[in-house]
């Protein structure tokens, strides 16, 4: 079956400070990978997605990027941390094309930058 | 620009009570709608919905389609404290190139 790797779970980081958030999924190949952010009370905002290895769509403009090193890997970025990016972070996987499957999402990340 | 709307935002119910949850949206190219449910961290998947009138059912929980009005309504029977979450809809539409669009949730209480 497959599963959704993310961590940390929380991270407190000064403004300014860089940021790594990594995601893996186990147990499918070629998954469409996604990073999701959700500001208290509010929807979940996509951030970026992924269709393969180095594909990166960027879906909103701001100081972050997003990395696929590896097939089953994906890593969320900032060289310099603002207020704003303080959320919680999700990373997702789907299969598929044609059709895909449902969103399954990781377990989050609740960043503070302080 | 395609949006997703969920209705009402939050809710306070008694256990014992029947509850629906509503989700409208606007999008081009539609092509499925999907529920989930947020407790503490990672939204968990309910419901995959791509055809009207069909209602899809699990336990206590069902949600039907309908793609005339563009809507999807989400009923939870004899509620339970467990059932306190978010729970958001999110539509899937082929013009978006892979993307979901997430409304931004019914915040749903159950008191004992």
């Known amino acids: 079956s497959q599963t959704i790797h993310q961590w940390p779970a929380t991270l407190v980081q000064p403004v300014g400070s860089p940021l790594s958030l990594e995601c893996t999924v186990e147990g499918t190949s070629n998954p469409n990978l996604y990073w999701y952010r959700q500001a208290a009370g509010r929807g979940l905002q996509l951030l970026f997605y992924s269709v393969g290895i180095g594909q990166i769509s960027s879906e909103v403009p701001q100081n972050l990027s997003a990395s696929r090193p590896q097939d089953r890997q994906f890593i969320l970025s900032s060289k310099k941390l603002l207020l704003s990016d303080s959320g919680f972070y999700l990373c997702?996987?789907?299969?598929?094309?044609?059709?895909?499957?449902?969103?399954?999402f990781g377990n989050g990340t609740r960043l503070t930058v302080t | 620009e395609d949006k997703v709307v969920q209705s009402p935002l939050s809710l306070v119910v008694h256990e014992g009570d029947t509850v629906t949850l509503n989700c409208s949206y606007e999008v081009t190219n539609f092509r499925s709608l999907l529920w989930y449910k947020q407790e503490k961290k990672a939204p968990t998947f309910l419901f995959m919905l791509t055809s009207s009138g069909i209602e899809k059912k699990s336990g206590r929980l069902s949600s039907i389609l309908d793609k005339k009005e563009l809507f999807s309504i989400l009923n939870i029977t004899a509620t339970q404290t467990g059932d306190s979450a978010v729970y958001l809809c999110a539509v899937d539409s082929t013009s978006g190139t892979y993307k979901y669009i997430f409304g931004t949730g019914t915040r749903l209480k159950v008191l004992a």
């Open positions: 997702a996987w789907s299969v598929g094309q044609g059709f895909r499957s449902p969103l399954h």
